[in-house]
C-alpha cells in the first residue's frame, strides 16, 4: 500500500521541486525580470562617457570661481568640453589648452583665475596686442605680482597687469586667438602650430615661441596630458 502511495506522490513532489528552481533569481529579489536588468546596465555604463561621448554641454558662461572646491576630475569634465569645442575652430589642441589651464592657474584655483577668469596668465599686453581674434574687452584689467624666469632659469618677481574675462570660455577663446594670430615682426610668432595634431610638437612651438620662459615647461605640460590623459579630448 504504501509503494503504491509512493510511487503516486513522488512525480508530483519532483515536478513541484523543479518548477520552484526554474524561476530567475531576479523575480524571486524584486520581480524585476533579467532581462531588464542587464539592459539598465547598459545604459548606465554608455552615459559614463567623457570625450567619446555623442552630446556634449559646452557651458560658455562658466567662471572659474566653480572651480574653488572642484576636484580634479570635475575640473576636466567642465573644461573639457570648452577646450574641445575652441579646437574645432582654432586648431589648438583641447589636450594643450587643458593642459596649459591646469598648470598655469593650479586647477583654476590661482588667484588670477578666482578673480579674473584668466587661466593661462594672459597680460595686458602681448604682441602689440596687433593679432585677430581677441575676446577681451581692451580695458578690464587685474594686477598682481607673478614670477618671471631670466637667464639660468633664475626665478624673479614683477607686478603686472593681466587680462580680466567675464567667464572661462572667453579666457579659452582669447588665448587661442593669441597663439594662432600674435606675431614676431612679420612672421607669425607660433607658425606652424595648427599643422600639426601632435601636443608635444604644438607646445614645442609655443615654447620656442616665446609663450613661457620655464625651460622645463614641455616636458611639465606633456606629463600633465599623460597622467590625466587629456589627449582624449583631442578631435
Known amino acids: 500500500m504504501f509503494h503504491k502511495l509512493l510511487r503516486k506522490t513522488l512525480p508530483l513532489v519532483i515536478a513541484a521541486a523543479l518548477t520552484i528552481h526554474s524561476f530567475p533569481v531576479s523575480a524571486a529579489v524584486d520581480n524585476t525580470p533579467v532581462s531588464q536588468i542587464t539592459a539598465t546596465e547598459s545604459t548606465e555604463d554608455t552615459s559614463t562617457s567623457s570625450a567619446t561621448a555623442t552630446t556634449i554641454t559646452v557651458n560658455t558662461s562658466l567662471k572659474a570661481t566653480a572651480f574653488k572646491k572642484m576636484s580634479t576630475t570635475n575640473f576636466i569634465q567642465a573644461l573639457g568640453p570648452i577646450a574641445q569645442a575652441d579646437s574645432k575652430e582654432s586648431g589648438v589642441l583641447a589636450s594643450v589648452t587643458m593642459a596649459q589651464a591646469i598648470l598655469e592657474s593650479g586647477w583654476g584655483k590661482s588667484t588670477l583665475a578666482q578673480k579674473a577668469n584668466n587661466l593661462f596668465g594672459m597680460k595686458t599686453s602681448l604682441s602689440g596686442n596687433t593679432w585677430k581674434g581677441s575676446?577681451?574687452?581692451?580695458?578690464?584689467?587685474?594686477?598682481?605680482?607673478?614670477?618671471?624666469?631670466?637667464?639660468?632659469?633664475?626665478?624673479?618677481?614683477?607686478?603686472?597687469?593681466?587680462?580680466?574675462?567675464?567667464?572661462?570660455?572667453?579666457?579659452?577663446?582669447?588665448?587661442?586667438?593669441?597663439?594662432?594670430?600674435?606675431?614676431?615682426?612679420?612672421?607669425?610668432?607660433?607658425?606652424?602650430?595648427?599643422?600639426?595634431?601632435?601636443?608635444?610638437?604644438?607646445?614645442?612651438?609655443?615654447?620656442?615661441?616665446?609663450?613661457?620662459?620655464?625651460?622645463?615647461?614641455?616636458?611639465?605640460?606633456?606629463?600633465i596630458i599623460k597622467k590625466y590623459k587629456l589627449y582624449e579630448w583631442d578631435i
Open 135 to 223: 575676446t577681451w574687452d581692451q580695458t578690464s584689467k587685474y594686477k598682481k605680482k607673478t614670477a618671471e624666469y631670466g637667464r639660468s632659469n633664475r626665478k624673479y618677481y614683477i607686478t603686472a597687469a593681466f587680462r580680466k574675462y567675464t567667464s572661462v570660455s572667453q579666457s579659452i577663446g582669447d588665448h587661442s586667438a593669441y597663439l594662432t594670430g600674435a606675431k614676431n615682426g612679420s612672421s607669425y610668432r607660433y607658425k606652424g602650430l595648427t599643422s600639426t595634431t601632435s601636443y608635444k610638437k604644438q607646445l614645442t612651438i609655443i615654447r620656442k615661441g616665446g609663450y613661457a620662459t620655464s625651460n622645463t615647461y614641455v616636458k611639465d605640460l606633456c606629463k
